[in-house]
């Protein structure tokens, strides 16, 4: 319960709003005020919810300016919760910056639990997930390329956030760079109605969606570099190292 004057870290449904949880709740209803990426969309879930609260915009275009105005509040007195239109704020959406300030200030953050859309694709692609390489957006433009590039023997299964625009073109670079070979697996509009994964090769997914459009919000989640087998010579090279 938001007892005492701090910076609460409140995730939100990616799409069915049934998921957010209890405790996210109740400190919703009890903080002074709440920043949101954009007050239009974090309106309808108060209204879902039944909860009246002062909403103040903090998105990516403003909180260079907004960080010092909200930390003020919290050393005030205030209890503040900060939330994105959709998951937890931070990853993939702002936050870090006000996380970094307060902390700077001596204020104390509280992150709840919750949804994010990464790891139910991750979990749901059927690739490994003990061990794994979140990547979020590739740059739009420059640097796409390079990026993939670095991640080529990446040996981790990886997770890429994409929107419907881009989704072809990241399928087509992931082949030219990774193989029309590697596995991956492509959800869009997790817990949604339309929710859907789509699985195979690179290859297989891209032909896929060139002719199925991209709709919705995409989570792809690529299988890493298939470790290398050991063989006879690798053993014998070991060997004379080992002399």
């Known amino acids: 319960m938001a007892t005492t004057a701090k910076l609460y870290i409140v995730p939100t449904p990616i799409g069915n709003l049934d998921d957010i949880t209890l405790r996210a709740v109740n400190i919703l209803r009890e903080v002074d005020f709440i920043l ?7 309106a309808v879930l108060l209204r879902h919810l039944g909860i009246e609260k002062p909403l103040r915009s903090h ?10 105005a909200a930390a003020e509040s919290i050393a005030a007195g205030k209890t503040v919760a900060l939330v994105s ?7 993939s959406d702002p936050g870090f ?11 104390d953050v509280e992150t709840l ?3 994010t859309a990464c790891i139910p694709a991750l979990v749901q692609s059927g690739f490994p997930c003990d061990r794994f390489c979140f990547e979020g957006f590739l740059p739009q433009k420059k640097g796409r390329a390079k990026r993939l590039s670095e991640l080529k023997d ?3 299964t990886m997770i890429f956030y994409e929107s419907p625009y881009r989704v072809v073109k990241a399928l087509e670079q992931f082949a030219g760079i990774f193989g029309g070979d590697r596995e991956v697996s492509v959800s869009r509009e997790i817990t949604k109605k339309f929710e859907q994964t789509v ?4 290859s297989e997914v891209l032909e896929y969606f060139r002719t199925h459009e991209p709709k919705g919000e995409f989570v792809i989640v690529v299988a890493g570099r298939p ?11 070991n060997d004379e190292e080992n002399d």
């Open 97 to 107: 910056l006000l996380v970094r300030t307060c902390l700077e200030e001596g204020i």
């Open 59 to 68: 998105h990516k275009f403003n909180e260079h300016t907004t960080v010092k």
């Open 36 to 42: 949101a990426e954009d007050t239009r969309t974090t």
């Open 85 to 91: 239109d959709a998951g937890t704020p931070g990853i």
């Open 154 to 156: 990446e040996e981790r």
């Open 199 to 202: 699985r195979g090769t690179v």
């Open 113 to 115: 639990p919750g949804a």
């Open 227 to 237: 470790k290398r087998k050991r063989t006879d010579e690798d053993s014998d090279k």
